[in-house]
């Protein structure tokens, strides 16, 4: 089972997939919209932590930027009917820590702004992630390894206009509409905050 990887990023394949070469070995892994954003630019070293997905028929990497973010990953896998795909969209609209407070505070609106989860679906993982998610350490993720942190750091040189539209398309949004929420966003900020911004204005449209 591979647990973690540390390497180059070579490419960003099809949406919400990169390829990570380590020992000159290149390895597809499947990343959430937020950690897309955090990874930089091609040929700088990445380090991801993976959660090895193993089916009959295929074998998938996901990658994450911190340990909380896969451990809830691992937890979102865990609750009824919530696969990969539906566990990396909400994961790219809340992070472990907002996850957290969503959870503690019933926010059934919050929920409802991940794509494809709707108010009957929202109502049951309120109840089955809480008896899944050690609420208090992940309200601990608000630290200097956060994902917030780290893209600050990572994605410095990177447009955040671009990481942005990026992560939307990979989510399925159209160009028209993500062209019309980019207008409305400032020329910099934290990228996973603007990512989130785009993402209620767009629930709202």
């Known amino acids: 089972m591979i647990g973690s990887l540390r390497g180059t990023l070579l490419e960003r394949l099809a949406p919400g ?22 990874l930089g630019e091609f040929g700088e070293e990445v380090f991801l932590y993976i959660h090895h997905h193993i089916r009959e028929d295929t074998q998938t990497l996901y990658g994450f ?17 919530v696969g990969p795909s539906l566990a990396l ?12 407070r969503v959870l ?20 049951r993982l309120l109840v089955e992630l809480k008896s899944r998610l050690d609420l208090p350490a992940l309200y601990a993720t608000d630290s200097v390894d956060s994902p917030e942190r780290i893209a600050s750091g990572l994605s410095a040189e990177r447009s955040v206009r671009a990481d942005v539209r990026d992560a939307l398309t990979n989510l399925g949004y159209g160009a028209d509409e993500v062209s019309s929420v980019l207008r409305e966003l400032p020329d910099e900020g934290d990228p996973s905050e603007m990512l989130r911004i785009a993402l209620q204005r767009m629930t709202v449209g």
């Open 104 to 123: 503690a505070e019933d926010d059934l609106a919050a929920l409802c702004l991940v794509p494809g989860v709707g108010k009957k679906t929202a109502s």
């Open 89 to 100: 969209a909400i994961l790219s609209v809340h992070d472990p820590a907002g996850l957290a």
């Open 65 to 81: 930027v911190t340990r909380e973010e896969r451990a809830c990953f691992e937890a979102l896998l865990g609750a009824h009917g």
């Open 17 to 38: 997939e990169v390829l990570v070469e380590v020992g000159g070995v290149g390895y597809r892994v499947t990343v959430s919209a937020t950690t897309a954003v955090t």
